[in-house]
């Protein structure tokens, strides 16, 4: 082909598409067919793809624990436009299931309106092929109601599981510490109420489960034995239901710590052979058990214990109080059990007071040589001049029985009134025998009880008796950094101290350079506690 010729090319042109359009039904305007024949506008106003679907509705929310029901009976935390309420509102809306949702948001509404505003989006086929879609609103109101487990919090004798706790001792020592531990491990968050009674505590739950919940958690820590018991209360033949209340019996063993015990000597011989007259050191869900002599350990289940069951000797009330004039280890190098934390010494005391035996030296055998030095004061049991009601005492051989056992040092000059303590203690007690308590009040003998509020006669008596057994405990958590591990100390206001259960030592004016003291650092804040344990919360849901 030569330069400057020119070709021409053949390009295909296929047939050219037309529209075709169509006149509206209803107003004439030009569109394309559809199976309908009408334009968007006219279909929009002649068919309605949310008719079925509720535009206001209702849902159930509980002022007493701020849950909203999810249907058809769960009750659950939601907050405000929040993806698990939009979800409940969504399930209120009987006829959505017909159509396509596309997308639902909250519009924002006063949060005391009571009112929720939700705008949606659905789809639906109307004709063949032929898809409308259309924004619409729903209004929600915000009904008050009560939940299962506010109602039965509201009224009264709608419990259906009780724990009652029980132990028979003439102190409260170990219910206090009891509460404590309750407290630091959050065990009463499903406790309807307490209510503490006479020989102990009772609570009152609105299912077996949490029950069996605070009766496993009570035999975790503590030596104890259950029962059940069952009182129908209604029954329908027709559909075989009853109901119920369910009494969970809850008995702790008869021995509290520094109780001097003589075991049987059938039980003392299972124990390795160990000496009838033992101390109980510790109780935990076994009791500690020592003997003062050989620094022999040992320890028996509740299981055990109440297949031959017995009472202690004597109780920390019926203790004496000696000065030590002389104490030394036993032998070199000294014998020591618990890591060191006892010490097998011989000891001289003396009984401190006026008594008639005030000048009477004794020779003893203790356990406590690492914290006893000479002048000294602690705590013991004359056992040579005691009467006791114990059949395992009257038939045992005295021949090495001491005169005296010591069982724990004690501290005169904490009793001073000008010595104030900074830290507290919580309490869960709110009723008192049926008769409930304000907000700002806490169990029998848990403070001084005002001058107005103080009682008369018997009752004062048993205000006296109750305010001495939480001073008690209280010095045993200022004295044993162990037992003061397992509960929580908050920090408290500056207060006039607890009056002391012996006022006749009270006029002591020597201080002591050892004197136990609790550090800040032990200490817990109210407010910061109350944040970690909103944040635990957070995390849990």
Not at 217 to 226: E, H, Q
Not at 240 to 258: A, F, G, W
Not at 313 to 335: G, S
């Amino acid at each position: 082909m030569s330069n400057g010729e020119i070709t021409a090319g053949v390009a295909y042109v296929g047939p050219s598409v037309q529209s075709h359009f169509v006149l509206c039904a209803d107003c004439g305007t030009p569109i394309e067919p559809n199976g309908a024949n009408l334009c968007v506008n006219c279909l929009r106003n002649s068919i309605d793809i949310t008719e079925g679907i509720p535009k206001q509705a209702a849902i159930n929310w509980c002022k007493g624990c701020s849950r909203y029901l999810a249907p058809p009976t769960q009750w659950v935390i939601c907050d405000m436009e929040s993806r698990e309420l939009l979800a409940i509102c969504l399930r209120k809306l009987k006829g959505l299931s017909k159509v396509r949702l596309i997308d639902a948001g909250f519009i924002w509404t006063e949060p005391h309106s009571k009112r929720l505003r939700v705008k949606l989006t659905i789809q639906k086929e109307v004709f063949s092929s032929t898809i409308l879609q259309q924004i619409f609103e729903v209004e929600y109101i915000i009904q008050g109601a009560q939940c299962p487990e506010c109602t039965r919090l509201a009224a009264k004798n709608t419990w259906r599981a009780l724990v009652q706790v029980r132990q028979k001792v003439d102190h409260k020592r170990t219910f206090l510490y009891l509460e404590q531990l309750i407290l630091k491990h959050n065990a009463d968050k499903d406790t309807i109420s307490v209510q503490e009674v006479k020989d102990g505590l009772n609570f009152f739950y609105a299912t077996k489960q949490h029950a069996i919940k605070m009766v496993d958690f009570l035999s975790a820590i503590a030596p104890v034995r259950s029962k059940t018991s069952e009182q129908l209360i209604s029954m329908d033949i027709q559909n075989s239901t009853t109901n119920s209340k369910l009494t969970y019996s809850v008995e702790i063993i008869p021995i509290c710590k520094d109780d001097v015990v003589c075991l049987p000597l059938k039980v003392a011989r299972a124990m390795s052979n160990i000496s009838q007259i033992v101390i109980c050191h510790r109780v935990g869900n076994q009791i500690y058990l020592i003997d003062p002599l050989t620094l022999t350990l040992g320890d028996i289940s509740s299981n055990l214990y109440y297949r031959t069951p017995f009472p202690p000797l004597a109780d920390i009330t019926q203790a004496t109080e000696f000065v030590v004039l002389d104490i030394e280890p036993t032998c070199h190098p000294p014998k020591t059990a618990k890591g060191g934390r006892f010490l097998l010494a011989d000891a001289q005391v003396s009984p401190v007071g006026g008594s008639m035996n005030a000048d009477v030296i004794y020779h003893t055998r203790t356990h406590l040589g690492a914290v006893l030095k000479p002048g000294d004061t602690v705590q013991g049991y004359m056992l040579a001049s005691s009467n006791f009601n114990n059949d395992a005492w009257d038939i045992m051989n005295h021949s090495r029985t001491p005169e005296v056992i010591l069982v724990r040092k004690t501290y005169p000059n904490r009793r001073k009134k000008s010595k104030a303590r900074s830290w507290k203690l919580k309490s869960i007690v709110k009723d008192i025998s049926g008769m409930s308590l304000g907000d700002d009040q806490v169990g029998l003998g848990r403070e001084r009880a005002p001058e107005k509020m103080k009682y008369r006669g018997a009752g004062a008596a048993e205000q006296a008796k109750a305010e001495a057994d939480y001073e008690r405990f209280l010095r045993d958590l200022e004295e044993d950094e162990e037992l003061r591990g397992t509960v929580n100390l908050y920090k408290g206001e500056k207060r006039e101290e607890y009056p002391s259960v012996d006022d006749s030592d009270m006029e002591t004016d020597n201080e002591e350079d050892d004197l136990p003291q609790i550090r800040l650092d032990e200490l817990l804040d109210e407010m910061a506690e109350m944040t970690i344990a909103e944040d635990d919360d957070d995390a849990e849901e």
